[in-house]
Each structure stands twice: as structure tokens, then as C-alpha cells.
């Protein structure tokens, strides 16, 4: 009789209903980890992809001096779509777009904003000196920073 079920119990291959259980609780609980990680990484890119436009418009922004004698007087964001035509001057929910590009009052220098699709936005200021900074504002206070400490970048 021993002989007989130890017959039958190696016959029977497959997994148990426990084991598949536990299978599928191990795969929801690393679901449960990835998901949350992956929806910030497009967050980060989404920011990334604004910081890449600002510092696109920085050099469209010099361009504009250097073919300017050096001023940046009546420099605006359709001036540098001008010059670089990549440069998204039009808001999108898919795209970071250029905010604004401004002289300041001596037209010595600029400031450079763009947005990205998470509202989050990000400038490159160029003072009468030369001295550049990087600012950045965080749209919601809950949403990715996108890199944006202390208000810069």
C-alpha cells in the first residue's frame, strides 16, 4: 500500500495551488515596488528635457548677441526659434516649451525660462558681468522636483 502511493505521489508533477499563490504574491509585491519608480523616472525626463531646452536657448541667446554686436536688445523666444528652430516656443502637454527669453535693462545680459510638462520650470540668467545662474520653480509642491534644490539646479 506504501509502495502504491509513493507510485502515485511521483506520478502527479505540477505546482500546487499554494506555491502559484505564492508565486503571484511575490510578483504583485515587486510590482507594488517598480511601478512608483518607473512613473518617477518619466517625471525626471520630462524635467531633463526642459533643462536641455533652457541651455539650448542659453547658446541661442549668445548667438543673438554675438550677431548683435554683443547686446541682447530685442531678443525675445521668437528670436531664438529663429536661430535655433528646435527651440518649442508654443505650450504642449507633450513638450517642454521656452517660456521667455528677456534682455535685462542694459542689454548686457538675458534671462532664459522654460517649462516642462510636469509645470516645473527652469531659467538660466546671464548678469551684466557674465556670472550665470540656474534657477528652477517646482509647479506643486508634491509633484518630482526634477532636480530643483533650494530653487536651483
Not at 519608480?37 to 543673438?64: C, G, I
Not at 529663429?82 to 528677456?102: K, R
Request: proline share 2%; charged share 15%; aromatic share 6%.
Amino acid at each position: 500500500m506504501l509502495s502504491k502511493l509513493r507510485r502515485r505521489a511521483e506520478d502527479e508533477k505540477g505546482f500546487t495551488l499554494i506555491e502559484l499563490l505564492v508565486v503571484i504574491l511575490i510578483i504583485g509585491i515587486l510590482a507594488a515596488i517598480a511601478i512608483p519608480s518607473f512613473l518617477n523616472q518619466t517625471s525626471k525626463a520630462k524635467d531633463a528635457s526642459a533643462k536641455e531646452l533652457v541651455r539650448s536657448s542659453q547658446t541661442a541667446a549668445e548667438t543673438y548677441a554675438t550677431d548683435h554686436s554683443g547686446s541682447y536688445s530685442g531678443m525675445n523666444a521668437a528670436a531664438l526659434n529663429t536661430i535655433e528652430p528646435t527651440i518649442s516656443t508654443t505650450s504642449s502637454s507633450t513638450n517642454a516649451y521656452l517660456v521667455s527669453a528677456t534682455p535685462d535693462t542694459a542689454n548686457q545680459g538675458y534671462t532664459v525660462v522654460t517649462q516642462s510638462v510636469n509645470g516645473n520650470q527652469f531659467s538660466i540668467t546671464r548678469t551684466d558681468t557674465g556670472t550665470i545662474t540656474h534657477a528652477c520653480t517646482v509647479a506643486n509642491a508634491g509633484a518630482s522636483s526634477g532636480g530643483c534644490v533650494s530653487d536651483t539646479w
